[in-house]
């Protein structure tokens, strides 16, 4: 069974950053592609990032494209999402998730598995 943890959420100001990460256990990560997604508030889950199972190609929504940027570690079967210059619409549980066959993708309906979420809040 694959797991996946998310950290690195917190309070931070407009303007501020911070840095995700999500540690995967029980599968084959090396071979997955990976994305992150968000949900705030009273709204549908989005598209944020994702990365492919190699880290050679990346894909972003343009409301963060320029301020945040995937990457994934496969010796620490790891992604990370660094996040700049935040705004307070980026206020939402950020979630990672994983897609089996290596297919890059920004369906959250195409990823097989989900971490907990963190929470990200972005004080104005």
């Known amino acids: 069974q694959v797991q996946l943890v998310e950290s690195g959420g917190g309070l931070v100001q407009a303007g501020g950053s911070l840095r995700l990460s999500c540690a995967a256990s029980?599968?084959?990560?090396?071979?997955?592609?990976m994305g992150w997604f968000r949900q705030a508030p009273g709204k549908e889950r989005e598209f944020a990032a994702a990365?492919?199972?190699?880290?050679?190609?990346?894909y972003y929504a343009d409301s963060v494209k320029g301020r945040f940027t995937i990457s994934r570690d496969n010796a620490k079967t790891t992604v990370y999402l660094q996040m700049n210059s935040l705004k307070p619409e980026d206020t939402a549980v950020y979630y990672c998730?994983?897609?089996?066959?290596?297919?890059?993708?920004?369906?959250?309906?195409?990823?097989?598995?989900w971490g907990q979420g963190t929470q990200v809040t972005v004080s104005s």
């Open positions: 990365i492919s199972w190699s880290g050679a190609r990346t």
């Open positions: 998730a994983a897609e089996r066959n290596g297919v890059t993708t920004t369906n959250a309906s195409e990823y097989d598995y």
């Open positions: 029980g599968g084959t990560f090396r071979s997955y592609a």
